[in-house]
């Protein structure tokens, strides 16, 4: 009799153990508004949801090789004889307006998207308004992956190129460095052919130089072998990030993927952290699937908006599963294959918004204990901070991994207010502080908190830079609010 009653007793705080974050989650899902606010005819915005811009015109280019060339010979002749300025937009990810020029002529690169396999020589050539995915998706039948993306696929490979994005692929620099040549339409409306040797000047001003210098139409790109990877995990001190990522990761030729995640909920804030990395092994990748519902994953990490209570939740079963799946098995395009749906916020009156700091390994346990204050006292809310290696940049001119570097993704989550702007532009400004304080740098994509002068100190090319856009561009065509604003 005493036994059921103890079994009766196990069951019930099993039971309130397990309501308690489901009723979380529930809350999350409740809470959430899913109607979608449509961008009113004749204006743009970006990610951000921060950027809505009235426009000229949006004009989306066909997917068609001579096609394209006649229409944007067309809008350029119609945009100079009219004096209006054109920005160029893939996927509009970016957060400051970069794709946006007010009452300009959008270019809508999207549509653009055939592509090649060269088996031979492992080069994939690319319309510019493909998606990561779309390319994933085609060389993923032929037994090859990506070089070089970012951790989401749902970007455009030309967006990608121009803020010459980077992800967690071991060892690795920019995006730019996968990238073998490309064609440009140039402020002239001629075409040119831009490689390390042919254009050289042009080709590094254009991989990391923000749609300034022309429309990038074609580009080759040089792709590696999809592999079956192994997941493996480590959960350690942020202190010991370094000497675990040596032993690890570096010192680990079989590492092929690899990100770190630091807590950010106010119990032991930035105290934990988790290594990820992923292994080759000796086994035939699977053919890649459609995409799973993210849907549980999703609710997880909005649960963690404002709740110090979703923080520990996302944190512990984020950890817990992560223990579950080790040693799971994964073919690197199934890695790489990941929608920014994920976190996708469905309330209206807040935005999510991404910075990112590149810091040199030798300050990055002073960086986080720097960081540390300032965002402890900050109202912006923070869901995420990830940690990626990039290698040293040698191709791009405004390059941000001027040596090897740790990248710092920090994702926010800001109200849609007067205040919150405020909030988030002195926040933005005490973070770059203590990034330059540790000799790194910030990443550009991102809303454009940071003046002109603070800019050049972080990169000191800028002032070149735009010389140079005025050397290919002296009428200012290709414009857009990035250029405006730091110019
Ligand atoms: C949720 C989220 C996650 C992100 N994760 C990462 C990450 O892991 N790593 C990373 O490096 N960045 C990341 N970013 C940042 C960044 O915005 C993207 O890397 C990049 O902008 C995505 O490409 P896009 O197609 O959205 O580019 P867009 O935002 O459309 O464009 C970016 C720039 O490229 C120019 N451009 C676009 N197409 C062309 C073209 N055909 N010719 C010439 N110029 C062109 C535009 O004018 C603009 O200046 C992330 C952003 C978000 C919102």
Redesign the pocket.
Known sequence: MKKMHFWKICLLILVVFLSIPLLHILKTKWKEDDTKVAIPQGYTD??SRLNLTKVDTIISVPNDKKAIEIQLRNILKYAKANKLKI?????????GG??IYPDGIVLN?LPYKQMELDTVSNILTIG??AFWEDALRYLDKSGKSISVM???SS??I???M??N???WQKDSPPISSSVISFTLMNANAEIVNCSREENSELFHLVVGG??LF???LEVKLKVVDNVALQYKYIKLSPKNYISHYKKYVSGNPKVNMVYGRLRISDKHFLEEATLNFFEKIKAEPKLLQEQKSVETQRLVFRGSVDSEYGKRLRWDLETGANKARENSEYSRNEVLSSD?SL?ENKDHSSTDL?QEYFIPERNFNQYIEEIKPILKKSEIDLLNITIRDVHKDKDSYLSYAREDMFGF?FLFNQKKTAQGEKEMKNLTNELIDVALKNGGTYYL?YRLHIDRNKMRKAYPQAESFFKMKLKYDPEELFN?K?YQHYR
């Open positions: 970006d990610a920005s160029i937009a893939g996927a509009q990810h970016s957060m970069h794709t690169m510019s308004g970012q951790s989401f970007f455009s030309g967006g990608s121009s803020v994005g980077h992800g923000y749609g022309g429309i990038i920014a976190i991404l993704v994509p857009n990035f």
